[in-house]
């Protein structure tokens, strides 16, 4: 299931192929929209760099009513950083004491990372873990680090039209601030390993170069998703920040994380493609590969033969999925997201199942997502 987006969410395969030449490109001399800007080719700075002065307040900015961007960037800019390793650089955040929060591909293998703070303040780094799965990563920074407020992750998802600003340091230009609303959510976005993240959350602020790794904040404050890239004009995406609750922990605690895996690749029902599978209607999510070595193998069944359906080639005559531990499955970012919120690797589901017209239930024991 782990990889195969679906129909209804096409666009996003399209969207994906970008993204994932931008994360690829990442440390490239010619960084595009949704990338990290490649390091500067001078050393970097010591950690006891010259502290830049913050320009006066003027009368003005302090009588006026400041605006709710004006109030969140002032509550959350000082806890924003830049994140740079020796061949490229990124943003992040204080997420926990001492621990700064980044995504996998600004810090790729790298076991150090220079951390620059608001008013030009260094601190040297050790990357203590990393998950290209989630495209997640955690800077561990030491006790002469600046002193900033840990920024809390949001504890209600984010709604489609709920107001956000994104904070980072685009083309280095440190602590820039865009504005715009949650465009989606439930998204699939790839990951640096190739696979897909499920429950992104789509945005439309700008998000620029160096961008990637800094926070998604909503109004008061609060995390909603970690920047991972740019895939077109006002189109953007970031980790929810239910995602990264479950996984920043875990790095921090152990240096990995491990995801649950089922071993199916999956599609959306279409029209078209409940009719070549002898669907009476589109209904559940459509099993087209089982991984010979994966959970749910001998227990549920693939595509034996291959069509040409709404323009692609698949798989079909497989199960169709149509419950997992009882909640409906419409699309395959609900079977995603349960599986990366709601359970871990060892846990079993039940799966309720359509094959040859008839309904039945199996249990499939969840394995670890294979590196």
Known sequence: ?????????????????????????????????????????????????????????????????????????????????????????????????????????????????????PGGRWSSGRIVGTDPHSDLAVVELPASAPDSDALPFAETAAVVGQEVVAIGNPFDLDGS??????????????????????????????????????????????????????????????????????????????????????GLSLLGVTPDLARVNGLAQPRGVLVTVVDDDGPASGLVRGGAETRVVDGQRVRIGGDVLLSVDGRPLQTTEDLGSYLALETRPGDSVELTLLRDGSERTVTVELGARPS
């Not at 006891?48 to 509550?75: H, I, K, L, N």
């Not at 390793?85 to 204080?94: K, P």
């Not at 008061?220 to 006002?234: L, P």
């Open 1 to 117: 299931m782990d990889d195969v987006p679906s129909t209804r969410r096409r666009f996003l395969e399209f969207a994906g192929t970008g993204v994932l030449t931008a994360l690829a490109g990442c440390n490239t001399t010619a960084p595009r929209a949704g990338t990290d800007s490649p390091a500067p080719t001078s050393t970097s700075p010591p950690t006891d760099a010259p502290t830049t002065e913050t320009p006066p307040t003027s009368a003005a900015e302090e009588t006026a009513e400041p605006s709710p961007y004006t109030r969140v960037y002032r509550q959350t800019g000082d806890s924003v950083v830049l994140v740079r390793t020796y061949d490229g650089q990124g943003s992040g955040f204080v997420a926990a004491p001492s621990h700064v929060v980044t995504n996998a591909h600004v810090v790729d293998d790298a076991s150090t990372a220079q951390v620059r703070f």
């Open 177 to 262: 601030v865009t504005a715009g609303i949650v465009s989606g959510v439930d998204r699939w976005i790839p990951a640096p390993t190739g696979a897909r993240i499920p429950d992104a959350i789509q945005t439309d602020a700008a998000v620029n170069p160096g961008n990637s790794g800094g926070p998604l904040v909503s109004l008061d404050g609060r995390v909603v998703a970690v920047i991972s890239s740019g895939g077109g004009e006002n189109i953007a995406f970031g980790i929810s920040a239910a995602l990264a609750q479950r996984v920043v922990p875990a790095l921090v605690e152990d240096g990995s994380y491990e995801h649950s895996y089922i």
